[in-house]
């Protein structure tokens, strides 16, 4: 079966027009999604244990009548990853490794001056008390998401990481668990949908309450991690995987349709797009595509992904390309040319960037150190992969001298007084020296 990509060229008069369909996502879920998850989080709030028991029977087709029966111990975690075969375990820790040795440069620590008078400013760095990291299950196992979110949190000096993940039929996935294991997880709950968002959030008479709640998962996730937003942080509501490929055309065509499939291949609204500045080297790629095509397991998707939400794009120039890019602000930006260093000034908007031709994104999925979770959906214009800095808050410091607040004490009088805050400006005349 063959495939049909949609092709673009800059210089259309249309082209803005055109991007903008292609770009178009809508997010919001549907009146049935809210309305079953506003009913899961209110009954799990109000009904704690015997909610998520009830709501994980029914959706996972398990049979638990306790919280004890949901709850993995550290010996667990422990034994699946020693058991693990020798090429995964060795490949588990190496990423692990890497990913800590990345988020270790991200430690901000607190600080603080004084100033002449002898009054001191700052910020106290301090870690959150206690995390949640959502893990999806069943078929969609991602180890790679253990440690992309429970690794920053680790090193951010997290009290306590709780981790939920769904075992649908009660089938647990042993990577999944010593991804655990290697990322310093302590507690692990076999829940997930909703109702484990709201255990999370609320807490329960076994569930932790937590400070906040990262991790992918389906629109039943996304709908109720936006729900709980302000009860508990949230670290984004992700939009489908994307990548936008940038070729000069002397990379080879296969590489460049597998590295467009590598994200097609997650689901049918996944997007790949490709920009060149060479025609030719767009039907090279299309015939890549083609002749590849039948050869991937997940095929059926990765055509459904690249017909209705792909893309080949011509530029006409570097500076189209770039435009684009900043137009675009993809999660995931291939810079496949010669001299990838020299496009950086210029690139303003985009989660992950993978510079020169022999740096696949997969690369990053797994093991290359940066964090995976990444902004979707153009939302790169003003955000940033999860990192550590997530895991942390800032409290400002002040600690003013006796002439510091005197001198202080007037400005602030005089600005309390425009605003006809009248205690605000008494308050601070009181520290005013004579």
């Known amino acids: ?18 991007m903008e369909q292609l770009l178009a996502w809508d997010s919001v879920s549907d009146a049935a999604v809210q309305h079953a998850v506003t009913d899961i989080v209110n009954q799990v709030r109000e009904r704690g244990d015997m909610a998520v028991i009830e709501y994980t029977n029914r959706f996972d087709r398990m049979s638990v009548d306790s919280m004890v029966a949901l709850e993995l111990s550290q010996a667990q975690l422990q034994q699946a990853l020693e058991t693990l075969p020798e090429a995964q375990r060795d490949a588990l820790l190496q990423a692990a490794e890497r ?14 001056y004084r100033e002449d008078d002898g009054t001191l400013l700052g910020q106290k760095v301090t870690p959150m008390d206690r995390v949640g990291i959502y893990v999806p299950g069943g078929k969609a196992a991602y180890p790679s998401s253990v440690l992309m979110n429970a ?10 990481i709780i981790m939920v993940v769904p075992t649908p039929d009660g089938e647990l996935n042993q990577l999944v668990l010593a991804a655990a294991a290697a990322a310093g997880v302590d507690r692990v709950f076999t829940i997930g949908g909703a109702q484990a968002v709201a255990a999370l959030a609320y807490g329960t008479e076994t569930v932790p309450k937590v400070d906040k709640i990262v991790g992918p998962g389906n629109i039943y996730v996304a709908t109720a991690k936006r729900m709980v937003f302000g009860a508990v942080g949230i670290d984004m509501i992700a939009g489908p995987s994307e990548i936008l490929v940038v070729c000069d055309g002397q990379t080879n065509a296969d590489w460049i349709a597998m590295d467009l499939f590598s994200q097609a291949e997650h689901d049918e609204d996944a997007q790949s797009i490709l920009v060149t500045t060479d025609a030719q080297f767009l039907d090279e790629v299309e015939q890549a595509i083609e002749r590849l095509l039948p050869t991937m397991e997940r095929a059926d998707i990765i055509r459904t992904s690249l017909s209705e939400r792909g893309a080949l794009i011509l530029a006409h120039s570097e500076d189209d390309a770039i435009a684009l890019i900043n137009r675009i602000a993809p999660e995931h930006l291939e810079l496949s040319v010669a001299d990838p260093e020299a496009w950086l000034p210029s690139i303003r908007h985009a989660g992950a960037i993978f510079m020169g031709r022999y740096t696949a994104e997969a690369l990053g999925d797994y093991c290359a150190g940066p964090n995976h979770v990444l902004p979707t959906s153009g939302t790169a214009r003003f955000s940033s992969p999860l990192g550590v800095y997530d895991f942390q808050k800032r409290s400002s410091l002040i600690m003013c001298s006796a002439q ?25 005349e009181y520290r005013i020296l004579d």
């Open 151 to 160: 690794i920053p949190a680790h090193v951010a000096g997290v009290q306590e």
């Open 1 to 18: 079966m063959s495939i049909t990509i949609r092709r673009f060229d800059s210089a259309q008069p249309d082209f803005a027009e055109q």
């Open 404 to 428: 510091g607040a005197s001198d202080m004490g007037k400005v602030a009088s005089v600005l309390a007084r425009g605003e006809f805050l009248t205690a605000h400006a008494r308050s601070a």
């Open 99 to 112: 990913v800590r040795r990345y988020h270790e440069k991200q430690k901000q620590d607190s600080w603080q």
